[in-house]
């Protein structure tokens, strides 16, 4: 029997079987389905940051949306603090956002180029319900102070700041309404890697004084190593292994966890590898595998993993792995 995932904290987020599938139209009018989520389950744990990692295409950016319901998921449960918010009414959903925030990749995407920032970060609090005028630009001052910046570039519009600046824009307003829960979707990879320090660290702040939960979406391994507390690999829609990040970088149990961790450069010219490499692209998601969605890249394949596919060992123990050759 399988060990329990042990934590001194509550639940904050349970994601059971989430999918989402995409319909497409192609070229001969045919229209056929995306599988962007196959089947994704995991916990979050209050005070928790939880890294999600992959290759891009893998559905990392599709489940922090599917979750937060900004796409509507296909099938499957999404708790958040025991109420579920998949079948959440709209109303009842609203009231909820307030805990739950996203930071974007793009921030500048994500910020309306007409309006002044220091109206973007009122925004949150017009939304749920608070009316003083002069309130509001005091908490918007406020928000700006804590991630570093002054409250006079408030009176800006975000062209004029830089990527760094912008990402500490899109972090006070996601942190304006004092969530308990915020989904990180590629928040630094955008950015010089003096700036991602900076926002690193600042993150970790936040955690710190505000009792906040990440899910952490990175492709920066070794960010997520020092950042994340557990951390689950993505592959083709769903989650080939979870494991805590001290447990996953030492001992990787998923072929292709090793593949990934064997790609992260390293300036020490002793290291000691594992010599397991792939070949290929990500396979089509319109077309997913019968067996081990891995399998067409796997160096270690055998022929029963094309016939079945090999499911997470456990239900949410400390170290859970997709293999039928590394259960």
């Known amino acids: 029997m399988k060990t329990q995932i042990e934590s001194p904290h509550p639940v904050l987020l349970e994601v059971k079987n989430l999918k989402k599938h995409f319909q497409?139209?192609?070229?001969?009018?045919?229209?056929?389905?995306?599988?962007?989520l196959n089947g994704i389950s995991f916990l979050l744990h209050e005070g928790e940051t939880l890294g999600l990692v992959g290759e891009s295409g893998?559905?990392?950016?599709?489940?922090?949306?599917?979750?937060?319901?900004?796409?509507?998921?296909?099938?499957?449960?999404?708790?958040?603090?025991?109420?579920?918010?998949i079948t959440l009414k709209q109303n009842k959903l609203r009231s909820l956002r307030k805990e739950m925030q996203?930071?974007?990749?793009?921030?500048?995407?994500?910020?309306?180029?007409?309006?002044?920032?220091?109206?973007?970060?009122?925004?949150?609090?017009?939304?749920?319900?608070?009316?003083?005028?002069?309130?509001?630009?005091?908490?918007?001052?406020?928000?700006?102070?804590?991630?570093?910046?002054?409250?006079?570039q408030g009176e800006k519009y975000p062209h004029e700041f830089s990527g760094g600046q912008l990402q500490r824009i899109g972090i006070a307003r996601a942190i304006a309404l004092n969530p308990s829960l915020i989904i990180a979707d590629e928040p630094v990879s955008a950015l010089d890697v003096s700036i991602r320090a900076q926002i690193i660290n600042l993150l970790v702040d936040l955690k710190e004084s505000m009792r906040i939960s990440y899910l952490f979406i990175s492709?920066?391994?070794?960010?997520?190593?020092?950042?994340?507390?557990?951390?689950?690999?993505?592959?083709?829609?769903?989650?080939?292994?979870i494991a805590d990040s001290a447990s996953l970088f030492s001992n990787p149990?998923?072929?292709?966890?090793e593949a990934l961790l064997a790609a992260?450069?390293?300036?020490?010219?002793?290291?000691?590898?594992?010599?397991?490499?792939?070949?290929?692209?990500?396979?089509?998601?319109?077309?997913?595998?019968?067996?081990?969605?891995?399998?067409?890249r796997c160096p270690i394949r055998?022929?029963?993993?094309?016939?079945?596919?090999?499911?997470?060992?456990?239900?949410?123990?400390?170290?859970?792995?997709?293999?039928?050759?590394?259960?």
């Open 24 to 36: 497409v139209k192609v070229p001969n009018h045919e229209t056929q389905t995306v599988h962007a």
């Open 58 to 85: 893998c559905g990392k950016s599709t489940a922090a949306r599917a979750i937060l319901r900004l796409v509507e998921p296909t099938s499957g449960e999404v708790f958040y603090r025991n109420h579920n918010l």
């Open 102 to 152: 996203i930071i974007f990749q793009d921030p500048l995407a994500s910020l309306n180029p007409r309006k002044l920032i220091k109206k973007i970060l009122e925004e949150p609090f017009d939304i749920h319900g608070f009316s003083k005028s002069k309130e509001k630009e005091d908490r918007a001052s406020s928000l700006l102070k804590r991630v570093g910046l002054t409250p006079d």
């Open 219 to 241: 492709h920066d391994m070794t960010i997520v190593r020092h950042f994340c507390d557990r951390v689950a690999v993505m592959y083709l829609g769903k989650i080939v292994e």
């Open 253 to 257: 149990r998923h072929p292709y966890t």
């Open 264 to 296: 992260v450069p390293s300036i020490d010219l002793d290291s000691k590898k594992q010599n397991l490499k792939i070949k290929g692209d990500l396979p089509n998601a319109i077309d997913i595998p019968k067996g081990c969605v891995f399998y067409s």
């Open 302 to 327: 055998e022929k029963k993993c094309e016939q079945s596919a090999p499911q997470l060992t456990g239900e949410y123990s400390l170290h859970q792995v997709a293999c039928f050759l590394r259960e």
